[in-house]
Nanobody, 128 residues
Framework: HVQLVESGGDSVEAGGALSLSCLAP???????LGWFRRAPGPETQREVV?????????YLNPSLKDRFTVARDNNMKTLDLQMNSLRPEDTAIYYC??????????????????????WGQGTQVTVS
């Protein structure tokens, strides 16, 4: 079982920056770690923000890659998301997730939310 703990959520003004951190203790080196988010509203769905596979391959949502970066530290067991030039539409609950993917991101070039088995509780980011 993998327990994930997110931190760093906050309220910021548009144009500002925020850094989120996910702690993934234990034997998580063989897992892909990722950030997902769900915007407010009853009809919204969770979308992938950024994922780093167990081999270090990084996937960033194409719509966010100009403003967001992600880094993984296997020694510290963390996955950090740096968000710059934040916009009101970035307002969401941000979730950290872990999964053993049945494919390599470097080969397929994408990820599927359903392949992530473990999820954190989420951290709120509000941009106004």
């Amino acid at each position: 079982h993998v327990q994930l703990v997110e931190s760093g959520g906050d309220s910021v003004e548009a144009g500002g920056a925020l850094s989120l951190s996910c702690l993934a203790p234990g034997d998580t080196d063989s897992y892909a770690l990722g950030w997902f988010r769900r915007a407010p509203g009853p009809e919204t769905q969770r979308e992938v923000v950024a994922v780093i596979d167990d081999d270090g391959t990084t996937y960033l949502n194409p719509s966010l890659k100009d403003r967001f970066t992600v880094a993984r530290d296997n020694n510290m067991k963390t996955l950090d998301l740096q968000m710059n030039s934040l916009r009101p539409e970035d307002t969401a609950i941000y979730y950290c997730a872990a999964g053993r993917l049945p494919y390599k991101i470097r080969i397929v070039g994408s990820v599927r939310e359903l392949d992530f088995r473990y999820w954190g509780q989420g951290t709120q980011v509000t941009v106004s």
